[in-house]
Nanobody
Framework: QVQLLESGGGLVQAGGSLRLSCAASGSISRISSMGWYRQAPGKQRELVATITTSGTTDYADSVKGRFTISRDNSKNTMGLQMNSLKFEDTAVYYC???????????WGQGTQVTVSS
């Protein structure tokens, strides 16, 4: 099993910054990628950013240039630096870990990010 623990959410004014962290523990092997997803009230969960084991990153268009995903493979941790936050970034942010052979997704419990306008 894999456990993911997020931290760093909170309330911030528009234009401010927050940093999210995710720590993975348990049976950590055959990892293809880690990432952040978010879900706003009444909306579907959406991808924010992902990073592969080799460091290749991918971002949603809405956060490009504002958010930066990072990963420390030796510590099994992942971060998301969020700058220039907007009201529409308000959501619950979830840490994701994707394994292969077999393919399976693991999720954290989520951390609330609220941006006041």
């Amino acid at each position: 099993q894999v456990q993911l623990l997020e931290s760093g959410g909170g309330l911030v004014q528009a234009g401010g910054s927050l940093r999210l962290s995710c720590a993975a523990s348990g049976s950590i092997s055959r990892i293809s990628s880690m990432g952040w997803y978010r879900q706003a009230p009444g909306k579907q969960r959406e991808l924010v950013a992902t990073i592969t084991t080799s460091g290749t990153t991918d971002y949603a268009d809405s956060v490009k240039g504002r958010f930066t995903i990072s990963r420390d493979n030796s510590k099994n941790t992942m971060g998301l630096q969020m700058n220039s936050l907007k009201f529409e970034d308000t959501a619950v942010y979830y840490c994701n870990l994707r394994r292969y052979l077999p393919s399976r997704d693991y999720w954290g419990q989520g951390t609330q990010v609220t941006v006041s306008s």
